[in-house]
């Protein structure tokens, strides 16, 4: 009987032992199990801090980038308004000499205006018919006469030609409507010609002067 209590005993002995150190045993690879969980998790955040920063990087990277190309597009538009300021400048200097040019081509005009050098005078009503300026040189004055009233619209009156033409009438006014001897003459440079408007031939800064009187044979 004691023999058998001893042995169940033992056997409670054994069992309680053999429980103990399997639950120590679990434990023990528990432990180990959580352990290298932990160290895992270390493991991922590390990681993923790595990553973190990697991505941070590659995002300031392009800020960077951004930058220059925002300071460069800046240095390309300040460049355009200066080159704009120096095109308006540019425009206003070139407008205010072409405005110098054209004063000083006006009064150069003015003062290049020649002056008249055909008269046609109605001295008995006080009146000038026609006064200008014509390229006379080494034309006859009848050529130059005929130029004037035709150009001018004027109308008149010849009779015979080439160096014999006479102008019987112009504007109007005959020969003897104010008389037997009223009637037209001419005269150069303040003198009566000795001859025919067809025959006299007038030269560079001759004045000819047409005068209706009412004495034409004095």
Same mark, same amino acid.
Request: proline residues 1%; hydrophobic residues 30%; contains cysteine.
């Given at each position: ?29 528990? /432990? *180990?199990? &959580?352990?290298? #969980?932990? %160290?895992? @998790?270390? !493991?991922?955040?590390? $990681? =993923? +801090? ?16 951004? /930058? *220059?190309? &925002?300071?460069? #597009?800046? %240095?390309? @538009?300040? !460049?355009?308004?200066? $080159? =704009? +300021? ?17 004063? *000083? ?114």
């Amino acid at each position: 009987m004691k023999k058998k209590l001893l042995l169940i005993v033992a056997m409670l002995v054994i069992s309680i032992s053999a429980i103990s150190f399997a639950g120590s045993l679990q434990n023990k690879l528990q /432990s *180990k199990d &959580s352990e290298k #969980i932990v %160290e895992s @998790n270390k !493991q991922s955040k590390l $990681e =993923n +801090k790595e990553v973190k920063e990697e991505d941070i990087q590659k995002q300031t990277k392009p800020d960077s980038k951004n /930058s *220059k190309q &925002s300071s460069n #597009i800046k %240095e390309k @538009n300040n !460049q355009k308004q200066i $080159e =704009n +300021k120096q095109t308006v400048k540019q425009q206003k200097s070139n407008g205010a000499s072409t405005l110098t040019d054209n004063k *000083k081509n006006t009064l150069e005009s003015r003062n290049t205006i020649k002056k008249p050098n055909v008269y046609i005078i109605d001295t008995i009503n006080n009146k000038v018919i026609y006064k200008g300026y014509v390229e006379i040189n080494s034309k006859t004055a009848a050529e130059v006469t005929l130029k004037v009233l035709i150009e001018n619209k004027i109308s008149y009156r010849t009779k015979g030609t080439g160096s014999s033409i006479y102008f019987s009438s112009i504007a109007g006014l005959r020969e003897r409507d104010y008389g037997e001897k009223s009637g037209w003459c001419y005269y150069v440079n303040g003198v009566k010609a000795p001859v025919g408007a067809g025959g006299y031939i007038l030269k560079n800064g001759d004045i000819l002067e047409w005068k209706y009187l009412e004495d034409g044979l004095k």
